[in-house]
Nanobody, 120 residues
Framework: QVRLVESGGGSVQAGGSLKLSCAGSGRTFTSMGWFRQAPGKGRELVGG??????YYADSLKDRFTISGDTANNTVYLQMDNMKPEDSAEYYC?????????????????WGQGTQVIVSS
């Protein structure tokens, strides 16, 4: 059984930092990453790790850092200088054959989600 388990969500004030962690089990993944979904909006890619290293949504790469190791089925998301618009449910995502993730359609396995709230 494949599982992705996230941890590290919570509440933070604007300008603060949070680190999310995801640990996978049950399969070896070729790519892992993070998506987020704010209320009333679609699920969007934050970034991830794959065959070519780390990648990010262009709008987030200056504040967010992805790390981890697909060989160990782990991916982390360090979020700095957070803004209220970063408030969302954050989901760990993984593929067992894709070199990287681009959209929801690339994801075969999802975590349960962890909530992040940034207050102004």
């Amino acid at each position: 059984q494949v599982r992705l388990v996230e941890s590290g969500g919570g509440s933070v004030q604007a300008g603060g930092s949070l680190k999310l962690s995801c640990a996978g089990s049950g399969r070896t993944f070729t790519s892992m990453g993070w998506f987020r979904q704010a209320p009333g909006k679609g699920r969007e890619l934050v970034g991830g790790i794959g065959w070519s290293g780390s990648y990010y949504a262009d709008s987030l790469k200056d504040r967010f850092t992805i790390s981890g190791d697909t060989a160990n089925n782990t991916v982390y998301l360090q979020m700095d200088n957070m803004k209220p618009e970063d408030s969302a449910e954050y989901y760990c995502a993984a593929s067992v054959y894709r070199p990287r993730l681009y959209t929801e359609g690339d994801v075969e396995h999802w975590g349960q989600g962890t909530q992040v709230i940034v207050s102004s």
